[in-house]
């Protein structure tokens, strides 16, 4: 594109507005929205300008507010994975911006093609405000992705032992079993995640059960090499 066409542009196709998001330029994106130049609708590589913006790096809460103050709205277009804005946000944007989102209707429900929310990417990540924020929405946490995982087995993957205990406060259904039938204390015992085994073992989860090998997380412990976790049970 040549410098004249951002100018002047004559035609939708000459505003990139990719690159206007990209460098965060707000007012010369009010600047084509008053000509006529309308950022809805707006598709590259499958991904939506409201998303390209969350996916940015160092995304800019003021240009998503703008975005979608102008019409581009949350849920409209998704990925070939079945993501959204708050979902590519949920792992890597802060706070502010799922804030923004939410308060503009996105769904906090929605399951990308492997059936994980907003809350699972957040969780995997560790990211413990997005958590609470999406939980105080309204978010599932004992939502179940297609291979059976929980927000809790993939905390325990991770060893968020912090993250878990903040958000489990209450009673909570430590002993779901995903579809090969391994529980929350068997990925932590096959990460070698001391801290969270202990966790979950004060919270009272069943040591006893086992996988369709027939394996007890003591047991999926010793096969790691994991002695420490080992003597832990």
Not at 53 to 61: E, G, V
Request: aromatic share 6%; hydrophobic share 40%.
């Amino acid at each position: 594109m040549n410098p004249s066409s951002l100018e002047h542009p004559t035609s939708l196709k000459e505003v990139d507005w990719f690159d206007i998001i990209k460098r965060g330029n707000i007012e010369q994106a009010e600047s084509w929205l008053r000509k006529g130049f309308s950022p809805s609708g707006q598709i590259r590589g499958g991904r939506s300008l409201l998303m390209f913006a969350c996916l940015t790096l160092n995304a800019n809460p003021e240009m998503i507010a703008w975005l979608l103050k102008s019409g581009c709205q949350e849920d409209i277009h998704v990925t070939f994975l079945e993501e959204t804005a708050l979902l590519v946000a949920s792992k890597c944007t802060s706070n502010n911006i799922i804030k923004l989102l939410i308060e503009a209707g996105s769904d906090i429900h929605h399951q990308d093609r492997q059936g994980q929310t907003a809350l699972i990417w957040a969780a995997q990540r560790g990211k413990a405000d997005v958590c609470e924020l999406l939980i105080k929405a309204g978010a599932n946490i004992h939502h179940q992705d297609y291979q059976g995982y929980t927000c809790l087995m993939y905390l325990a993957q991770g060893g968020h032992t912090d993250l878990a205990s903040r958000l489990f406060q209450d009673p909570a259904p430590l002993d779901v079993q995903e579809y090969h039938g391994h529980t929350a204390l068997m990925f932590a015992a096959c990460q070698g995640k001391s801290s969270f085994v202990q966790w979950l073992m004060e919270q009272g989860a069943n040591v006893n059960l086992k996988n369709e090998d027939g394996k007890t997380a003591q047991e999926l412990a010793a096969l790691r090499g994991h002695q420490d976790i080992v003597d832990l049970i």
